[in-house]
């Protein structure tokens, strides 16, 4: 593992720093849409489909230009890749909410998903993973609960100043919310010398890795759970309406799954230092797919419906760190930037294209519980997938550190975060 250069009360600016930064960005360039997409069509006649094909291009153009950002996390560090990425993402929220014409909605998106590729998950999944070294758990785990918190915060948020402004200005607003916390706060908290990788880490070429088998069967595996799990958000609350649950309820019942997915985050840390990295991924993803399954599958009450939902949410936490973790467990923190920009491309491209694909599956099955045993039988597969391209000769652990086990590593289990034995 690198050495840490970083001070204890360093580390802890740190992580404090990506927490307030990561619910902020999360929130205004993601969650606020979903609420103000419906007044965005009603005011300006654009077809809620086009609204949200503009949208699902900056998802997709993140995922792209995430590639690039990788390389660069590599090589200089996060303060000036997310201080950049804040600077932009401002004037690109700015763009959206004074979009006058269709292209120029497009445009505004097109420059808002630049700026998703340096301010989300990935660049603070980078700068923790590199600075935390063997605990890295605990703070991946510490940013994705605060982060989880993005909607929570950000959707009430959001509708109440559409309730006081109209769309363009409830964007304006929150793009001045964006620039005054996000910018400050990555020039200036994420200040330090950026670790180099051990030798033993840096002889794994990139490239080489990237081509292997084992990393194209695991970008295959997790896109298809990304694809599974993000697209049941989508349609949970049609399929609750059609079992019969009042909206309110059906609402409900997908909120709670926010405070599972929370709880699943928590357990992660215990999962990790108790687990092989092949036996964890099974268990993640085949949690997906059985919560998936008894979701599709309950007809009632809406008890039961609704401590599904909270299951499918706690999967879906957990599956966000598995993501996180999946590059360093299997070939060290090196380069973990420009593979993690490789490995979550696809994903995100896949999220981004969810919706409309969940959607039209219903359209064709006749219904919403038919989709939700695809997308079970879909993370089955990844499961499957992901497990088969770990293979002993590939899954010896590459982070010196972890050896022997760092104590304080995965919060208190007292087991590295990482194994440093063959997986099997």
Known sequence: MTATTLPPSGLRRVLVVLCVTEITSWGVLFYAFPVLAPGISAATGWS???????????????????????????????????????????PAVVLIATARSLPWFFVAWFVAGLAMSGVLYAPA??????????????????????????STVFAPLTAALSNRFDWRGTYLVLAAVLAVITIPLHAIGLRGPWPRPE????????????RSRPFVMLAAALSLAAFAVYGVV????PLLLERGLPTGTAALALGLGGVGQLCGRIGYGRLSAATSVRGRTAIVLGAGAVTIAVLGVLPGPAAL???????????RGVFTLLQATAVTDRWGPAHYGRLMGLLSAPMLVVNALAPWACTALAGLT??????????????????VLATASTRESQMTATDPSTNPPDTTAAGSTGRSAVSTKPTT
């Open 125 to 150: 999944f980078a700068a923790l993973t590199r600075w935390w070294g063997p605990r890295r758990v605990t703070a991946l785990t510490a940013v994705t609960l605060v982060a989880g918190l993005a």
């Open 234 to 237: 989508i349609i949970q609350v």
């Open 305 to 315: 419906l609704i401590a599904a939902a909270i299951l499918v949410g706690a999967a």
């Open 199 to 210: 030798a033993q880490q840096a002889e794994h070429s990139p490239g080489r890795v990237a």
């Open 366 to 383: 006749g219904g919403y519980p038919a989709v939700f045993w695809i997308l079970a039988g879909v993370t089955a597969l990844s499961a």
């Open 48 to 90: 809620p489909s086009t609204i949200t094909a503009a949208f699902s291009l900056g998802l997709i153009v993140s995922a792209l230009a995430g590639i690039g950002v990788g390389r660069l996390l590599d090589r200089i560090g996060p303060r000036p890749v997310m201080t950049v990425g804040a600077v932009l993402a401002a």
